[in-house]
Antibody, heavy 125, light 109 residues
Framework: QVQLVQSGAEVKKPGASVRVSCKASGYSFTDYYIHWVRQAPGQGLEWMGW????????ISAQNFQGRVTMTRDTSINTAYMDLKRLTSDDTAFYYC??????????????????WGQGTVVTVSS | QSVLTQSPSASGTPGQRVSIFCSGSSSNIGTNFVNWYLQLPGTAPKLLIY???QRPSGVPDRFSGSKSGTSASLDISGLRPEDEADYYCAAWDDDLSGPVFGGGTKLTV
């Protein structure tokens, strides 16, 4: 079935970087945008950016510009999100989500129909 | 502070109908589709309604969405205990060039 499976929990110290992976299966990985969304403990959803697995193109939200990098390995249908210069405010669940198809009129605006199970990142000294 | 405004909580009894509201502006809800996500405790969000009022396959017709101007609502009829969850609205924002979410509404059944 169509699914996104994320990497396991991470514990990092302030100032470090973290990489979260998101492996797609059940569909053509390069045909759909991937979005990254995070959720701090007890808080709402915060969009981090989108990634085009076909072209490698990416846009990050203003709050994360300069700190987040989104990449992919098409040979293993996996997207990656790297976040650097971590602080305690980055402690959160991080989700990848499947967005619109490349065939869609406005793919980056489409809803997220498939979500990964989430990766908890804890930043603590 | 979320760009889209939702009431923090809503409640109802089994069998009742409940509405969850989402307020935005001309740069988001006013000109773009609204999507709704459901998040059960301890799980990832799930798409519930897309493009204002469309249900993905598998979502019961007890769930319906609508939009008027810069506001949107999610209606749940025939409330069930398993509907107890957090509900989030979302829409693309033209000014921010990205999607924005509501702060979430916790539904208690």
């Amino acid at each position: 079935q169509v699914q996104l499976v994320q990497s396991g929990a991470e514990v990092k110290k302030p100032g470090a970087s973290v990489r979260v992976s998101c492996k797609a299966s059940g569909y053509s990985f390069t045909d759909y945008y991937i979005h990254w969304v995070r959720q701090a403990p007890g808080q709402g959803l915060e969009w981090m950016g989108w990634f085009n697995p076909n072209s490698g193109g990416t846009i990050s939200a203003q709050n994360f510009q300069g700190r987040v990098t989104m990449t992919r390995d098409t040979s293993i249908n996996t997207a990656y999100m790297d976040l650097k210069r971590l602080t305690s405010d980055d402690t959160a669940f991080y989700y990848c989500a499947r967005g619109g198809s490349r065939m869609s009129l406005y793919p980056i605006r489409d809803a997220y129909d498939i979500w990964g199970q989430g990766t908890v990142v804890t930043v603590s000294s | 502070q979320s760009v889209l405004t939702q009431s923090p909580s809503a409640s109802g009894t089994p069998g009742q109908r409940v509405s969850i509201f989402c307020s935005g502006s001309s740069s988001n809800i006013g000109t773009n589709f609204v999507n709704w996500y459901l998040q059960l405790p301890g799980t990832a969000p799930k798409l519930l309604i897309y493009e204002n009022n469309q249900r993905p396959s598998g979502v019961p017709d007890r769930f319906s969405g609508s939009k008027s101007g810069t506001s949107a609502s999610l209606d749940i009829s025939g409330l069930r205990p398993e509907d107890e969850a957090d509900y989030y609205c979302a829409a693309w924002d033209d000014d921010l060039s990205g999607p924005v979410f509501g702060g979430g509404t916790k539904l208690t059944v």
